[in-house]
């Protein structure tokens, strides 16, 4: 069973405007940690923003936010006042485990944002 | 400020012969390493990590194996590459802290004729 859902492959988006990017996960675990990251055309993982279970605020970093809906299972990604730069594949990832302090992070299928001028 | 370097960025290789990947951390002691394996249009999936120097955990059995023989240095190795080996390998660092990000190096993309 796919532990980490993005149902949306692709994503287009008018410059300027706000984009929620879906993210929903599947853990019987108390404590967990969800990640989101950023993989432009040249390959690098970037790191946008964290949010562990027992948060109780949503997380947030400058323009990125999380809308973090524990009941239902859902971690989806809100990007504000898009960009140009903001094209990119974007990851959603939860920390599965922990052996001897290292993640074990699995990751969605990815969505692919495409931000138009 | 701590840095990852993986090398090389670009490989071409034949089926059969062998893998040497490496990656190394800079600024930091002690850090988990990590190496996964991105298919084309896919999520990444982890292949190995290392809390420390020559632990190594395997997460997915396959032609692949990993050293760390170094604090700082993993190295991704197989003996004799198949087909299903092409893909984009990435490497990646975290601190001991549950919370904390891993931070990826830029990734190798290997393909194998």
């Known amino acids: 069973a796919q532990k980490i859902t993005q149902t949306q492959p692709g994503m287009f988006v008018q410059e300027k405007e706000a984009v929620t990017l879906d993210c929903t996960y599947d853990t019987s675990d108390q404590s967990y940690g969800l990640f989101w990251y950023k993989q432009p055309s040249s390959g690098e993982m970037i790191f946008l923003i964290y949010q562990g279970s027992y948060d109780e605020q949503n997380a947030t970093e400058g323009r990125y936010s999380l809308n973090f809906q524990k009941a239902r299972k859902s971690a989806n990604l809100v990007i504000s006042a898009s960009q140009l730069g903001d094209s990119a594949m974007y990851f959603c990832?939860?920390?599965?485990?922990?052996?001897?302090?290292?993640?074990?992070?699995?990751f969605g299928q990815g969505t692919r944002l495409t931000i138009n001028p | 400020s701590q840095t990852i370097h993986q090398w090389p960025a670009t490989l071409v290789q034949p089926v059969g012969s062998p893998l040497s990947l490496e990656c190394t951390v800079e600024g930091t002691s002690n850090p988990n390493l990590y190496w996964y394996r991105q298919a084309a249009g896919r999520g990444l999936q982890l292949l190995f990590y290392?809390?420390?120097?020559?632990?190594i955990s395997s997460e997915v059995p396959q032609n692949l194996s990993a050293s760390r023989p170094q604090d700082r240095q993993f190295i991704l190795s197989s003996k004799k590459l198949l087909l299903s080996d092409s893909g984009f390998y990435l490497c990646a660092w975290s601190v001991r802290q549950f919370n904390q990000p891993q931070h990826f190096g830029d990734g190798t993309r290997l393909s194998i004729l």
């Open positions: 290392s809390v420390g120097i020559g632990q």
């Open positions: 990832a939860m920390r599965e485990g922990l052996d001897q302090g290292a993640q074990k992070l699995v």
